[in-house]
């Protein structure tokens, strides 16, 4: 029987990290370990993108990765890494929108709303 995906907050995604973390003793990776995670991560990610959008197919003998798995990676990583440094990814998520809805605004073109 399939198990049913129910959403999440990030607080509720940090929870859930925490608590797999939590049951080693070994706990979170240095920021410098966890650094050098997340960048091996990303550099599948590249592959898994080249594979699918790139000019470089898959060997017949590769296993067959995804995109939205390599991507869930990074974001266990990202996760991992925020709740080392006792961040708040949805609050820092807001402080960042705020930037990007303020000082970036006007930085992109916008396209045309068509009012009815």
Known sequence: MAQEKQSMTMQEMQAAVDRYIGQFKEGYFSPLALMARLTEEAGELAREVNHYY??????????????????????????????SLGIDLEEAFHAMMHKFNTRDKDRWTKIDTVEN
């Open 54 to 83: 790139g000019e470089k197919p898959k060997r017949k003998d590769e296993a067959e990765n995804t995109i939205d798995m390599e991507l869930a990676d990074c974001l266990f990583i990202l996760i991992c890494f925020a709740n």
